[in-house]
């Protein structure tokens, strides 16, 4: 054929299985463009061919004969997956490949054919085999979540492999959901306290709030309760002893280290000196620490700076 003979030959309709690229292809190497629009998805559709180039015109109607094909497999459908007959004879051997236009509703380990309208080209669903005979219990043990195939008789390899194949993917998407699940959990818990720790930072500013806060947050109860006696907090730490906190802050320039009830915010021991020699209440060499908070300790830090008998004996 001369380059005569494609310019002057006749449109003809074709009905050809397009799965994307703006190329079609046959088995016996020609190839047209598509000029315009392409298909609005993959599927068989009918197009207008000639010399060159090729015009999409929309759905296949009834009764066109299909291309001819290039090369075809028998296997076991796995979703879009095509396990060949031919594959091998142990399970290094064995490979799928994915099978493009199965129609909808094809039920798994459907015996089916494919084939290949161009050299190298996709492997496309064209039609049905005859069932070999254990097809029908091979699904039954898959649905019966069975994990081995030795009571039924007479599995082709292809078809044991292809149950395989399905059970490994039921426990790939289950692990996927499972841990999809795990994931939504944690979020929805950490939402949750997130919201729960919001309304107690509205309620930082009562001593209720904060001592509610310390159970969830203690930076955020001590920074407040802190500030309320003008110190800065820098940071803090567990205690050797349970139920305690190491805190260290700042006040007017100085850094001081002081020790608290983790929940309560009360002072255990305050790092200065707050002997109750003069307390009619206590006796006398009563330690003073106690009587304090968090919210107190820097005006008696103050208090104890003004008056001159501040002893501090424990330095951040």
């Known amino acids: ?46 197009f207008e061919v000639a010399a060159v180039d090729a015009l999409f015109l929309g759905p296949s109607p009834e009764g066109l004969p299909l291309p001819r094909t290039k090369a075809e497999l028998s296997g076991y459908l796995v979703g879009d997956r095509l396990i060949p007959d ?32 161009f050299e190298d080209g996709p492997l496309i669903f064209n039609g049905l085999e005859m069932p070999l005979g254990p097809e029908a219990d ?73 001592r509610a806060m310390a159970r969830v947050d203690f930076d955020a109860a001590a920074a407040a309760a802190l500030a309320v006696g003008g110190a800065t907090l820098l940071d803090s730490r567990k205690s050797e002893q ?15 280290e002081c020790t608290c009830c983790a929940e309560s915010l009360q002072i255990i021991d305050s790092g200065i000196c707050l002997t109750a020699h003069d307390s009619e209440e206590f006796s006398d060499g009563t330690k003073g620490d106690s009587w304090f908070t968090l919210e107190s300790l820097p005006s008696v830090i103050r208090e104890a700076t003004r008056t001159g008998v501040l002893h501090v004996y424990r330095h951040a």
């Open 1 to 46: 054929m001369s380059w005569r003979d494609l310019v002057e030959a006749a449109p003809q309709l074709m009905l050809y299985p397009w799965t994307g690229g703006a190329v079609l292809r046959v088995f016996d190497g020609r190839r047209w463009r598509i000029r315009g629009r392409l298909p609005p998805e993959p599927g068989w559709w009918l």
């Open 86 to 117: 031919s594959s091998g004879v142990t399970s290094l051997t064995w490979r799928s490949e994915r099978v493009h236009l199965v129609p909808a509703g094809m039920d798994l380990f459907a015996r089916v054919r494919g084939a290949r309208f």
């Open 138 to 210: 091979v699904l039954e043990a898959y649905l019966d979540r069975s994990e081995r195939l030795n009571h039924v008789r007479g599995v082709p390899p292809a078809l044991e492999y292809a149950f395989d194949v399905a059970t490994e993917r039921r426990h790939c998407v289950e692990q996927r959901r499972a841990r999809a699940a795990q994931e939504a959990a944690e979020r929805e818990a950490a939402r949750a306290q997130e919201e729960a720790r919001q309304e107690l930072v509205q309620r930082l500013g009562d001593g209720a709030g904060r």
């Open 242 to 256: 349970p139920g305690e906190r190491v805190v260290r802050f700042r006040l007017d320039g100085r850094r001081f």
